[in-house]
């Protein structure tokens, strides 16, 4: 019985440092597992959305620099209803998604090869960048001079207010595009078609106006078309030619080959290539900027002191910083697709984070784009009062660019 008994012991000794070792790797496991980081206060252990809290991890553990309740300055087409067509699909961004977005609308289009968005005019201007693939664009100005023109990656092109204009997608996939309206507050999808003026016309009118038989224009849609699917257009020369009468052509082309402009500005660190209306002549209330970061690069601390600023990003990875004045300053993440905006004279800088070209555009309500460098700024002003104020010695004060970097690299 003794033995039996010590058996027995010694088994329950065994179990019990079995559970123990077992119980010692299940909460070493556990402590692996629900061990907060070592700043406890950048753990969270409620509910999340950690796709999007990855995309925006400088909203939720900001730099120790930001302060104050400056009000988001970030949205994203990808958070945009989309308007789809067999030809094509459009999606906004207007002040009523964005309302920090007062002075400038974004659009994002993609027509099909063929896919046409029909004619149109409306009242604010249009200034578009070509992202993807090859359109034609036609437009008529107020004395019938025409203008005809295929446009591709890279191009911009410029409707002012009020003037007709339509968009073809080309073989051999269509294109993708990006537009900006110099008013906040419009809609793409308010605009004056010629589909749906003409369903809204009775037909004896129509008749009287155009001179032929009211039964001729019976087939007329009774809806706007919007976008829509035709045959692809003929050569362009040929359009040219059809589309000239006895007043010829638009003297001030509507488009601008961007993409082959030499860069306003070149260094390690990246480009710029600048359009308004000294280059691109016809753009007169659209200036815009395409900015290439190279990874780790800066678009250094800047403002703009005439105007708003509407930013798409195009490629890679950003953060930006915008400082407001009176102690407030915020930093929020970038991907492709999202638009950011920062109001007139106010302090930001945008940083390449990730390990591709960061590309962007910045555009603005303005015939012409004017910045103004923080670097520039220092270097230009007495030495002695710059160190009055900043408390830097002289051998950093000598090392900080005098000229304006634009992009400085890593």
């Not at 659009?107 to 968005?117: E, H, K, P, Q």
């Not at 034609?136 to 990656?153: H, K, Y």
């Not at 002003?381 to 690299?409: G, M, N, S, W």
Request: aromatic share 10%; hydrophobic share 35%.
């Amino acid at each position: 019985m003794a033995e039996q008994h010590d058996v027995t012991r010694r088994n329950v000794l065994k179990s019990g440092m079995a559970a123990l070792a077992t119980a010692g790797t299940f909460t070493t496991v556990f402590a692996q597992q629900a061990a907060p980081p070592a700043d406890r206060s950048a753990s969270n252990p409620g509910p999340g959305n950690p796709s999007l809290a990855q995309q925006n991890q400088d909203s939720f553990m900001p730099p120790p620099t930001d302060h104050g309740d400056e009000p988001a300055f970030k949205y994203s087409f990808s958070l945009s209803h989309n308007r789809t067509y067999k030809g094509g699909w459009a999606r906004q961004v207007t002040v009523r998604d964005f309302p920090i977005s007062r002075d400038l609308a974004g659009v994002n289009m993609r027509l099909t090869s063929g896919g046409i968005r029909e004619l149109h005019w409306h009242v604010p201007a249009e200034w578009a960048y070509m992202i993807y693939g090859k359109a034609r664009i036609t437009a008529v100005d107020s004395q019938g001079r025409s203008f005809v023109q295929d446009v591709g990656p890279g191009d911009l092109w410029y409707f002012p207010s009020g003037i007709p204009h339509s968009i073809q997608g080309l073989a051999p996939d269509g294109c993708e595009f990006l537009l900006v309206f110099d008013d906040g507050g419009f809609s793409e999808f308010d605009t004056f078609q010629i589909s749906d003026w003409m369903a809204h016309t009775p037909r004896e009118v129509l008749a009287k106006n155009f001179g032929v038989p009211a039964a001729a224009l019976d087939p007329i849609p009774e809806r706007e078309l919007y976008i829509f699917e035709a045959p692809l257009p003929g050569e362009l020369t040929s359009d040219q030619k059809t589309s000239s009468g006895s007043q010829g052509s638009i003297p001030t082309p509507y488009f601008y080959r961007l993409g082959a402009q030499e860069p306003a500005k070149h260094t390690r660190g990246g480009e710029v290539r600048i359009a308004d209306s000294k280059s691109f002549n016809a753009s007169a209330t659209i200036a815009a900027a395409v900015v290439t970061v190279r990874p780790g690069g800066l678009r250094e601390l800047h403002w703009h002191p005439n105007a708003d600023e509407w930013q798409y990003y195009i490629g890679g990875k950003a953060r930006m910083t915008v400082f407001a004045a009176s102690g407030r300053a915020r930093t929020m993440d970038f991907a492709p697709g999202d638009v950011g905006y920062v109001l007139r004279s106010t302090g930001h800088y945008i940083e390449n984070t990730g390990d591709t070209d960061l590309v962007f555009i910045e555009t603005f309500k303005s015939s012409y784009y004017q910045d103004i460098s923080l670097s520039q700024w220092i270097t230009h002003t007495p030495p002695q009062l710059i160190a009055e104020h900043l408390h830097i010695d002289k051998a950093t004060l000598a090392a900080i660019p005098r000229e304006k970097a634009v992009v400085v690299p890593l």
